[in-house]
């Protein structure tokens, strides 16, 4: 989501290096991604581990330093970075007292998109008042040749095929093993041409949520989680005509190699933070949610709030599902 704004940065300084400081495991993700120079750090999870950043990064003024995050951590790494000039956010996307940390900190309009939020931020930085439209090639995630190539050899058994990613982050944003359960056999039986296949992290607990799903099918399908890399993560997923999945990283990686989504919003307000460009894909029942777990219309609660009900992801249904899988006329 934030490769619109670097690009932006890039056409706008394109004699300037720009470093795209980046946790490690994401790094490799964006690799590819050849108008910056990725610098992988650890994120600091003590505070010997926000020492040595600070001794590490002494002695390398960055000059301009822009915080795309407004995270505690974010927040304390941009005040341990030696730079010039400091750029975050000031109000309403400001958190975690972030603004309190920059030289210079742009108020932007309200209820944006994530995306537009961080191309906003690089427009008010580069002095940009004129609309400027996103465009696919500024969402567009390169994918080296080898991970192609890899996904090609794990689905090549198949032309078509439908991936669905079961877990969220949180428990809030992932609906039951039955529902999955029961959306997968139905899939199998309304597109019998069309193969499916599970994606997911190396975390314990989505490789068994995922191992609970594929012993209860009637139909077995390709279980991937927790067998990709993210670089080949992508590959697969530009590879499938289509992904399910709820509020999580995989719809936003999908976007980025243009595959079509639905994406399931029943905690988290897709006008904020779903895929780019594809609000219309997913099913969104937010504004139910706030009413019956908030007790709250989605318009009293503030623009990126998440609603905290481990309930309101069973309003989503099967049917709601398979209708909206209808309207891409596989």
Known sequence: MLLPAVRLLKRQFPDTQIDWLIDRPIASLISEVSEVNVVAIDKPKSLSDYWQLKKQWRHKNTGQLISFQTSFVSNM????????????????????????????????????????????????????????????????????????????????????????????????????????????????????????????????????????????LASPCLNLIGQT??????????????????????????????TSVVGLYAVTRPEYIAPYNQLQNCINIYARSAQQFMHKSAEQLPWQKKISSLEAMQLISVEQVLNKVHTFNL
């Open 77 to 216: 790494v941009m005040a341990l970075l030696p730079a010039d000039h400091k750029t975050g956010f000031g109000s309403p996307y400001s958190r975690e007292g972030h603004h309190l940390f920059t030289d210079t900190a742009y108020d932007l309009p309200p209820k944006l998109h994530q995306v537009e939020i961080f191309f906003a931020l690089a427009k008010a930085f580069s002095g940009i008042t004129e609309d400027i439209k996103i465009s696919t090639d500024d969402l567009a995630l390169p994918i080296a040749s080898k991970d192609k190539v890899w996904a090609d050899e794990k689905l090549q058994s198949y032309a078509h095929w439908i991936a669905i990613n079961p877990m969220a982050s949180t428990q809030e944003k992932t609906g039951s093993a039955e529902f999955y359960i029961n959306l997968i056999n139905k899939l199998n039986k309304r597109y019998p041409e069309y193969q499916l296949v599970l994606t997911g992290g190396p975390s314990a607990k989505e490789v068994k949520f995922g191992a609970e799903i594929q012993s209860q």
């Open 229 to 258: 890399s993210l670089k080949q993560l992508a590959a697969i997923l530009e590879h499938v005509k289509l992904l399910i999945s709820p509020d999580t990283g995989p719809l936003h990686l999908a976007n980025a190699v243009a």
